[in-house]
């Protein structure tokens, strides 16, 4: 159970099997961003207290680390591991100071900026990095959120920002700790018919997140449902 996130992405997490992974034998945070070339960022520091060395898995069931398909979240779990040569963004982002913080299964890398901004990077399609949550608990509980959503089989998407309105008639209830400026989501109270539904939208723009026929201009929506076991907090 991490405080700072929505109970319906502690749920997630929960069924994800998610982990805080043995961080014991890592070299501190200074370290690692003196190695790297990064400046010390004190947004990071704190993000770092409160998710790093969290990792998930890209699929639901049963995984371990070194599968290639866990999520790691953290700037020293990430520094640790290595696997992309000390990224900053974009050639012309350098001088941002972005510090990676998160890195998918898929090439994309988050980052968070001096001011404790998020930045994702599609380091395969994308020149730059852009603007992805306004703080580093909304982007962890999008990205749970997010990768619940991918693998949905039952998912409506839509090139505009419809969310409000699909939400109002579906009468769900926003998650305001995974919504902001750049994207917003909603859920089911209650599991209907015996899966929660979850509507997302997000602004234009953000395709590293959100869109994956690169055409967002419109911004995106997204409605699915999902099966989501009941887990004992103990």
């Known amino acids: 159970m991490i405080p700072s996130l929505p109970d319906i992405v502690n749920l997630l997490l929960r069924v994800r099997t998610a982990r805080f992974c043995d961080a014991s034998n890592a070299p501190p945070l ?29 699929t639901a069931g049963d995984w371990d680390l070194d ?18 040569s000390f990224p900053r963004g974009g050639d012309a982002q350098v ?12 090439d994309v890398i988050y980052y968070m900026d001096a001011n404790g901004l998020c930045w994702g990077h599609d380091t395969i399609e994308e020149m730059d990095a ?29 090139g505009d920002q419809r969310g409000a309105q699909l939400a109002q008639s579906l009468k769900l209830d926003l998650i305001s700790g995974a919504s902001d400026a750049w994207g917003r ?7 209907v018919d015996g899966q929660y539904v979850f509507v ?26 999902a099966a989501i076991p009941q887990h004992d907090e103990s």
Not at 67 to 84: K, P, R, V
Not at 95 to 106: C, D, F, H, K, T
Not at 185 to 191: M, T, Y
Request: a negative charge; proline letters at 5%; one cysteine or more.
């Open 95 to 106: 001088a941002l100071g972005l510090v990676p913080i998160a890195y998918s299964p898929n």
């Open 185 to 191: 989501w909603w859920c089911s109270p209650q599991p």
């Open 130 to 158: 852009v603007p992805a949550a306004q703080s580093g608990a909304t982007l962890v509980a999008r990205l749970i959120l997010e990768t619940e959503m991918w693998q949905a089989t039952n998912k409506e998407s839509f």
């Open 200 to 225: 997302a939208e997000y602004s234009a723009g953000q395709t590293a997140a959100s869109d994956e026929d690169g055409d967002a201009d419109q911004g995106h929506t997204y409605t699915f449902r």
């Open 67 to 84: 599968s290639g398909e866990a999520w790691m979240i953290g700037s020293s779990y990430c520094l640790s591991l290595g696997g992309h």
């Open 30 to 58: 200074r370290e690692l961003l003196a190695k790297g070339g990064y400046h010390w960022n004190d947004a990071v520091a704190q993000f770092d207290l409160a998710f790093g060395w969290l990792a998930f898995p890209e």
